[in-house]
C-alpha cells in the first residue's frame, strides 16, 4: 500500500523501519559505503532549506498477525525547487521487480504534475539497477560526474602536511568548523557565484548570496550534518581567494562527503586549491575521531581537480549521473502503460 507520508509526525518505528530498508539497499547496490545511523534521521528526512517542499510516500507491508504495523518497503520523495522536482526512490531488495517503484514513481509524479512543475530530476548511481530503472521510464542522461573516494589510513600525513604549507605568499588559510564567521559570509559568498557557470549543469541551485548561504548552513545543521570550511584569504584585499567545504553527516559520520572547493580566478596558479584541500584533511582528522574515509564527485571535465584529487589519493569509485524527464511525458507514459 503507497501513502502520503510526513517524516515530521511518523512514528520512530516508522522512521527505524525506513532505515532498514535504506541499509538494505545500500548493502546490495553500494555495498562499499558505510551503512547509516538512525542519529538525526527524522530531521534528515524532513528538514529543508526556505522555499522548498519535500514531499514523501512510503509503500508499508500489511500488518503483522499480531497487528503490529508492517514493515516500510519503499519510499519516494520529491524535493520542488525551482521549477524542477528532484526525486528519489528505494524499494527495499526484497520487493524488486514487481512494479512498486514504478508505482512510487507515478504516485510522486503525478503530484510534481499537479503542483504546475515542469520536469522531474534524480541522481542515478552508475552500476546500480536504478540505471535500467529511469531509463526504462524514459528518463534521459543530463550529465555525468565521477565519484572518487579518499581512505584515510592509505594517507601520508607528512607529504600532505608540506602541501598544506605550499601556498604563495600573501594569502593565509583559516580553518572553520561549522561553517564560515559571520564576518566573512558576504566574501564567502561572493567566492561561490565564481562557479555559477561550472555548477549549472547540477540539481541544487548553489548558495550565492549571503542570505541563502546562511539558510543552507542552517539547514545542514538541523539535519544533522557538520559543515568544515578551510578558506584562503588574500591578504591584500580581504577577498577569499579559494575555499573548500566537507560535511560530516551524523548520519554516516565515518564517510564525509566534500561539497564545492572554488579558487577564484584571479587566484589561480598559487596552490591554494591543493592547501586548502590538504589542511582540511588535516583538521578533519584531529576533529572527527570517526571518520575513515571522505568522498568527492567531480565533472569528467574538470582536470585540474582531478589531478589534485588524485595526488591527494583519491581512487574514482564510480560514475553518478543526473537523469531528467518532462512531468507531463512521465505520468501520460506510466499511466498509458498500466
Ligand atoms: C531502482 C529501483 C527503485 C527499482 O525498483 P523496482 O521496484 O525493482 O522497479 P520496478 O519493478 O517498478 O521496475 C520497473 C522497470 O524498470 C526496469 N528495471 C528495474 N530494475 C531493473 C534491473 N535490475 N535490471 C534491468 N531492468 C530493471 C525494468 O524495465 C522494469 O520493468 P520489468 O520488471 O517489467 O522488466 C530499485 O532498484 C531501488 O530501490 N534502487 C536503489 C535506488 C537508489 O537510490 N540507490 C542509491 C543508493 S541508496
Same mark, same amino acid.
Given at each position: 500500500m503507497v501513502r502520503e507520508w510526513d517524516p515530521?509526525?511518523? %512514528?520512530s518505528a516508522e522512521i527505524a523501519s525506513l532505515l532498514d530498508t535504506l541499509n538494505a539497499v545500500l548493502a546490495a547496490d553500494l555495498p562499499q559505503d558505510p551503512p547509516w545511523r538512525e542519529s538525526s534521521m527524522r530531521e534528515y528526512l524532513a528538514e529543508v532549506m526556505p522555499g522548498e517542499r519535500r514531499i514523501s510516500w512510503v509503500a508499508q507491508a500489511e500488518p503483522a498477525a499480531d497487528g503490529s504495523p508492517g514493515a516500510i518497503l519503499g519510499h519516494v520523495h520529491v524535493l520542488l525547487l525551482g521549477d524542477i522536482g528532484v526525486l528519489e526512490v528505494l524499494v527495499h531488495p526484497s520487493e524488486r521487480r514487481t512494479g512498486l517503484g514504478r508505482d512510487l514513481v507515478l504516485t510522486a509524479a503525478r503530484r510534481v504534475y499537479q503542483e504546475g512543475f515542469q520536469s522531474i530530476g534524480v541522481e542515478v548511481v552508475g552500476d546500480t539497477p536504478a540505471v535500467a530503472f529511469y531509463e526504462s521510464l524514459g528518463f534521459s542522461k543530463e550529465y555525468v560526474e565521477t565519484r572518487s573516494v579518499l581512505?584515510? %589510513?592509505?594517507?601520508?600525513w607528512a607529504e600532505l602536511s608540506e602541501m598544506a604549507t605550499g601556498i604563495s605568499a600573501g594569502y593565509h588559510l583559516q580553518f572553520h568548523p561549522g561553517g564560515p564567521p559571520d564576518e566573512l559570509i558576504e566574501a564567502y559568498a561572493r567566492a561561490k557565484a565564481e562557479v555559477r557557470d561550472v555548477e549549472d549543469g547540477e540539481l541544487r541551485p548553489s548558495s550565492y548570496d549571503p542570505q541563502r548561504l546562511r539558510d543552507s548552513l542552517d539547514c545542514l545543521h538541523r539535519r544533522g550534518m557538520k559543515p568544515y570550511i578551510v578558506l584562503a584569504l588574500h591578504?591584500?584585499?580581504?577577498?577569499?581567494a579559494g575555499l573548500t567545504e566537507v560535511v560530516v553527516p551524523v548520519q554516516h559520520p565515518t564517510r564525509a562527503d566534500q561539497y564545492d572547493t572554488i579558487v577564484v580566478q584571479d587566484h589561480r596558479g598559487y596552490g591554494i586549491d591543493r592547501a586548502i584541500k590538504a589542511r582540511m584533511l588535516m583538521e578533519l582528522r584531529s576533529a572527527e575521531a570517526e571518520l575513515t574515509e571522505v568522498q568527492t564527485w567531480n565533472a569528467q571535465a574538470n582536470e585540474a581537480m582531478l589531478k589534485v584529487n588524485a595526488e591527494l589519493g583519491y581512487r574514482p569509485d564510480r560514475e553518478w549521473c543526473e537523469y531528467s524527464i518532462d512531468v507531463a511525458e512521465l505520468v501520460h507514459r506510466l499511466d498509458a502503460g498500466r
Open positions: 515530521r509526525n511518523a %512514528s581512505d584515510l %589510513s592509505g594517507v601520508d591578504e591584500q584585499t580581504g577577498e577569499v
